[in-house]
């Protein structure tokens, strides 16, 4: 058993609307609602859910890219919430981002020599003269070469713009990085490139990931244990083999039965959610999803049901589970 | 070749047994965007397929394949002064269209063929409710009164899931969802009874669980109204599940097409395999393996390779390839393919996992 390396305590992040002629808070936008959850060293954990899951929000407040409303995040036992800007920047090293959109990711007035160098003059790694040669072999290792480096950004494809970030999020030699839908806006023949690249330096560098994407079948292939959220909150978590093969929460049933299989005629009993995801303005009492849940009684709308284990690693937030 | 309406089709009546001629036959559809005085690119080259009364037709393809500007030039939406159509002929129940006045086609879009598209947002008027969209349809082509192109707006509201459609007839596009507004587009393509569905990614923007309400929602009015359905998508999975026949399009040619099953079971195209085998399915976990991504990036219109467009990718490639222009082959009954090589490579076959 390792040990935790990012351990995270009841994030909670809430957007403020404000209103009124006095632009006074009137509600808060609960983006992010007692998420708990931890990452093993070397392990890649996805984190899924539908548009507004708040999936987006927790990686970014764990790299305090948005300040937590409240919450504890500890990276190797110390909680990152606390600390002042200047120890955070030492903890930024060791924590990395990469977004997106490729396109919009990256400044389109900086070479690619630039976008590879700031970082390491930021946290001062090595000498000027040393960051050209580290520049190139970051190129090299996500598939580009030394010849890109005094190209502009709109020189390149989507695919090689995402490899771009990934070289950028490794400079620092990061040992943590939220991977935010990093294949999403590439087109297939490029994200299983962008896949493998991920899974190969992963291997090589000993990272620890959390990949957060909506695609259930990228997931799947790609990370060792998978958390679902809805509407701001964690519905279950298991391993990527137990998740898929045995859902347990009726949110993660639908949501696999709702992706369409490659396979013509296979076309299964798949539970159709009805209506929408709900506003997470005012989100339903209780549980969050019993307003499309094909199981739902009246004592959904009671708790807030707690995770609770139903197998080996496996928890899920459902009162109707056994 | 034989540009003529009726002319011997390239795909088609053999892989769907019809008594009928086809809704919609598009024929060898060249269609050309000006760049610059000097500098234009064919975003469609020589594309022909056809779409039967109450099939479904997936043209699949990665972005820059040339897939949205053919559904553009079936509508006549190409934008003015850049694109047009340059060769070829498409044909709506026996009538070229390629050649009608913008007004004529403005006839045709909406009262015989439907639209939806991508981002509902960018394509309904955010400053017309829903209902007064749906009606000037029925009003234009229909030649209904208000009152009744109100009440069929309702109705078609009501088709389409959207709860209290009374009410809803009368809000605008900002205050429903993305799933609500994209049933709206629905509900407004199919107010005049098209014979023929155009959806340009309908569901990409969507997601899974409500791109699962779409797909039923769009077979269920398929059973219901009997059109055709012509479906643009990249998504493979949502292939599967919705299409009879497939047409894979790459840098602006079709390089494979054929009933579903086919093309999934059997891809005999490089291309076609190599996107088989490059999305993650679902199960993966069981038995990790690594994805066989297709090497390089899609080619740019402006400066395509020689020969065979997608040979710098293949991993079959050889000279021959670099050398000659494949056509698209029949091997097998409404099975085309465009590879030289077809004949002697095996790419293996996809048998259900």
């Not at chain 1, 070397?42 to 409303?69: F, H, I, P």
């Not at chain 2, 002064?81 to 007004?103: N, Y």
């Not at chain 2, 086609?105 to 991508?118: A, E, H, S, T």
Request: glycine share 8%; hydrophobic share 40%.
């Amino acid at each position: 058993m390792t040990a935790s390396l990012l351990q995270v305590d009841n994030l909670k992040k809430y957007f403020p609307i404000h209103g009124g002629v006095l632009q006074r808070v009137v509600n808060n936008v609960k983006a992010v609602n007692d998420v708990s959850f931890d990452i093993k060293a070397g392990e890649v954990v996805g984190l899924v859910g539908e548009s507004g899951s708040g999936k987006t929000t927790v990686g970014r407040t764990l790299l305090r890219l948005e300040q937590a409303t409240s919450g504890h995040v500890r990276f190797g036992g110390v909680d990152v919430m606390g600390l002042n800007a200047v120890d955070m920047r030492s903890y930024r090293k060791r924590m990395q981002i990469i977004f997106q959109d490729p396109y919009a990711s990256l400044n389109p007035r900086e070479k690619v020599r630039e976008v590879l160098t700031h970082p390491l003059r930021l946290h001062r790694i090595g000498t000027a003269s040393e960051h050209e040669d580290r520049a190139a072999s970051l190129l090299e290792k996500v598939g580009l070469s030394r010849d890109h480096l005094d190209r502009f950004p709109h020189e390149f494809s989507g695919g090689q713009r995402q490899r771009i970030g990934i070289a950028r999020a490794l400079a620092v030699e990061p040992e943590f990085i939220v991977a935010d839908e990093p294949v999403s806006a590439l087109d297939v023949s490029i994200q299983a490139q962008v896949i493998n690249l991920l899974e190969d330096l992963k291997n090589d560098l000993d990272l620890t990931m959390l990949f957060i994407a909506h695609d259930l079948g990228v997931v799947e292939h790609i990370c060792d244990r998978v958390i679902v959220m809805y509407l701001g909150r964690v519905m279950e978590i298991a391993s990527a083999a137990d998740l898929y093969a045995r859902p347990n929460h009726p949110y993660t049933q639908a949501l696999l039965s709702a992706v369409p299989i490659p396979e013509p005629g296979k076309r299964r009993k798949r539970t159709v959610l009805k209506g929408d995801i709900p506003s997470p303005i005012n989100p339903p009492s209780g549980c969050v999803f019993r307003t499309r849940c094909p199981m739902a009684t009246e004592d959904c709308a009671k708790v807030v049901p707690e995770l609770k284990s139903v197998g080996d690693g496996h928890t899920s937030a459902c009162i109707h589970t056994t | 070749m034989d540009d003529t309406a009726h002319g011997a089709p390239l795909t088609g009546d053999l892989a769907v047994p019809s008594e009928t001629a086809p809704l919609l036959q598009v024929e060898n559809l060249q269609t050309t965007f000006e760049l610059s005085k000097t500098l234009s690119v064919c975003a469609v080259d020589g594309v022909s397929f056809e779409v039967h009364a109450g099939e479904t037709l997936a043209i699949v393809g990665e972005s820059g394949s040339g897939k949205s500007v053919t559904s553009l030039s079936i509508m006549g939406l190409l934008p003015k002064d850049v694109g047009r159509v340059t060769g070829g002929s498409i044909t709506l129940q026996g009538r070229d269209i390629t050649r009608l006045s913008d007004t004529e086609m403005r006839d045709i879009r909406g009262k015989d063929i439907g639209m939806i598209f991508q981002e509902p947002m960018t394509s309904l008027n955010p400053v017309h409710t829903v209902g007064q969209q749906i009606a000037e349809m029925v009003i234009r082509h229909q030649n209904l009164s208000n009152a009744k192109a109100r009440a069929r707006a309702i109705e078609m509201l009501d088709l389409v899931g959207i709860p209290e459609p009374t009410a809803r007839v009368d809000a605008y596009p900002h205050e429903m969802s993305g799933g609500m507004r994209q049933r709206a587009m629905i509900a407004m393509a199919l107010a005049c009874e098209p014979r023929i569905l155009i959806a340009d990614e309908p569901t990409t923007a969507l997601d899974v669980t409500i791109q699962a309400q779409m797909l039923e929602l769009m077979q269920e009015l398929q059973d219901k109204l009997g059109m055709a359905i012509i479906f643009i998508t990249h998504d493979l999975g949502v292939v599967a599940e919705v299409a009879d026949r497939v047409v894979v399009m790459y840098a602006a040619q079709v390089v494979e097409t054929g009933p579903v099953e086919d093309i999934f079971a059997n891809p005999r195209m490089p291309y076609t395999a190599g996107l088989m085998n490059s999305i993650p399915r679902l199960g993966s976990s069981i038995n990790k393996t690594r994805l066989e991504a297709i090497p390089g990036t899609v080619p740019a219109l402006t400066s395509l390779p020689a020969g065979c467009r997608f040979h710098p990718r293949c991993a079959f490639a050889t000279d021959v390839c670099k050398a000659g222009n494949p056509v698209l082959e029949e091997a097998s009954p409404g099975h085309m393919i465009r590879c030289t090589r077809w004949r002697e490579l095996t790419l293996g076959e996809r048998r259900a996992s």
